[in-house]
Nanobody, 126 residues
């Protein structure tokens, strides 16, 4: 059974930092990409970033480039999202997700994913 468990969310002031973690089990961690999504109240879910454990490619949407960094630790089956210079518009529930996508690019985070975590709330106050 594929399981994803996110943690690390919280309340932070604008300009602050958080590091989200996603522990993946029951999945070929080293062979596929893992993505982070977020959904703000009243808005559609959007892909934020992904990393391929297959070829180490990464992708970020424009609004987080230079502020967020995605990384992966195969020994721990964990993907991290380091979020710096947080803005109120980053407030959302953040989810990690996987599917059988080897590579990470814009198409990956726009594609459907079958396996999701429960989400972790990130709130950035102004």
């Amino acid at each position: 059974e594929v399981q994803l468990v996110e943690s690390g969310g919280g309340l932070v002031q604008a300009g602050g930092s958080l590091r989200l973690s996603c522990v993946v089990s029951g999945f070929a961690f080293d062979e596929y990409a893992i993505a982070w999504f977020r959904q703000a109240p009243g808005k559609e879910r959007e892909g934020v970033s992904c990393i391929s454990n297959y070829d180490k490619s990464t992708y970020y949407i424009d609004s987080v480039k230079g502020r967020f960094t995605i990384s992966s630790d195969s020994a721990k089956n964990t993907v991290y999202l380091q979020m710096n210079s947080l803005k109120p518009e980053d407030t959302a529930v953040y989810y990690c997700a996987v599917d059988l996508y080897e590579f990470c690019n814009e198409a990956t985070i726009q594609a459907s994913h079958d396996y999701w975590g429960q989400g972790t709330q990130v709130t950035v106050s102004s």
